[in-house]
């Protein structure tokens, strides 16, 4: 069984999903997630799994908010860091930010990993300059 810790619960849920027996909002999870593009390791804040019995598929989706403010669908969740990523400095920054303004004792991912890591960031580059289109008048 995989080791989990314990998340936040999702404030931020509709309410016709709080009384929707197919939406389960987790308190734990496994604390890590590739991103979609594969590039850093986000920190998981939010989970939630949507299952529809009545499709035929018995279709289910989850979905995990980061600390950073990204987010994914259907992402695959790791308890340790593999080798070689770098993990989101902005998660490790705003769990950090948001441990100090509560009170609440979040380990950093290097503490629970048990080992160094690396942090990284997305920068955006900007490659040229994009000049204004002229609209055609009707």
């Not at 850093?40 to 529809?52: A, D, E, G, Q, Y």
């Not at 340790?80 to 920054?93: H, K, L, N, S, T």
């Amino acid at each position: 069984m995989a080791r989990k810790i314990k998340i936040e619960p999702n404030k931020r849920s509709c309410w016709w999903r709080n009384n929707d027996p197919g939406v389960k909002f987790h308190t734990t999870s496994e604390p890590f997630v590739i991103s979609q593009l594969g590039q850093l390791v986000h920190r998981v804040k939010h989970r939630t799994t949507i299952t529809r019995e009545w499709l035929a598929s018995h279709h289910t989706h989850d979905t995990a908010h980061f600390w950073c403010g990204n987010a994914t669908g259907n992402p695959e969740f790791f308890y340790d860091v593999p080798a070689g990523r770098m993990v989101c400095a902005r998660c490790e920054a705003a769990l950090a930010l948001e441990s100090a303004r509560r009170g609440v004792d979040h380990k950093r991912a290097a503490d629970l990993v048990g080992h160094k890591l690396n942090l990284g960031a997305m920068v955006p580059i900007k490659v040229g300059e994009q000049k204004p289109t002229r609209k055609a008048k009707a």
